[in-house]
């Protein structure tokens, strides 16, 4: 089976500007997470998706949000782009067992 | 807010020993436990999971659990050059994975 794949691999994008990052999960798979990760925070949850319907939501501002398409497709955007949002964004599918989770390699996004 | 601890280290061990590789949570309601392994540029690698108290043996890898002192220990056996790497502990309490900041593990010849 392909793994997650995840467009752009990286990105950079000025302050103040909007972005989209696509994942497509492994095939079969329903269940896609998006994180953010830092040098200084860790990995961090964003939310969750499955079967086009936000399941579960991370402590982040409203800029960050996302949606999941019919073939579990899901997208990332964050609006009003800051410094502090450069980080390695990472999706993660998952199939039978929600809590299993397989990573995508990741969208590194730097804001100038 | 719930929490997942672990040493950043650097853990350094001779090939061929044993790493042991430990991690704290505060959310006694969580029932899922995993370790990932991530490479430096990498994204993480999903190696163990276990969700039951005791041990669970998967290849040179042990993952223990014990719910009663909330910790998670990952043993890796005849360590090789090649795991090398930061190891993420990761537990899932109300479907909200919370991951641990990581342990850089150094494995020298």
């Known amino acids: 089976k392909a793994g997650v794949t995840q467009t752009p691999r990286y990105l950079i994008k000025t302050r103040g500007q909007q972005v989209t990052l696509s994942c497509s999960p492994i095939?079969?798979?329903?269940?896609v997470s998006w994180y953010q990760q830092t040098p200084g925070q860790g990995l961090q949850f964003l939310f969750e998706?499955?079967?086009?319907?936000?399941?579960n939501k991370g402590n982040f501002p409203g800029r960050f949000s996302g949606r999941q398409f019919s073939n579990s497709r899901s997208e990332m955007n964050v609006s009003t782009l800051e410094l502090g949002d450069s980080a390695l964004y990472l999706c993660a599918s998952s199939g039978d067992n929600r809590d299993e989770q397989y990573f995508g390699p990741g969208t590194r996004l730097t804001v100038t | 807010q719930k929490e997942v601890e672990q040493n950043s280290g650097p853990l350094s061990v001779p090939e061929g020993a044993i790493a042991s590789l430990n991690c704290t949570y505060s959310?006694?309601?969580?029932?899922?436990f995993f370790w990932y392994r991530q490479y430096s540029g990498k994204s993480p690698e999903l190696i163990m999971s276990i969700y039951s108290n005791g041990d669970k043996e998967d290849g040179r890898f042990t993952a223990q659990l014990n719910k009663a002192s909330q910790y998670v220990s990952l043993l890796i056996r005849d360590s090789q050059p090649s795991d090398s790497a930061t190891y993420l502990c990761a537990v899932h309490g109300s479907y909200i994975p919370t991951f641990g900041r990581g342990t850089s593990l150094i494995v020298h010849p």
């Open positions: 095939s079969g798979h329903r269940s």
């Open positions: 998706y499955f079967s086009e319907t936000q399941r």
């Open positions: 959310d006694r309601g969580s029932q899922s």
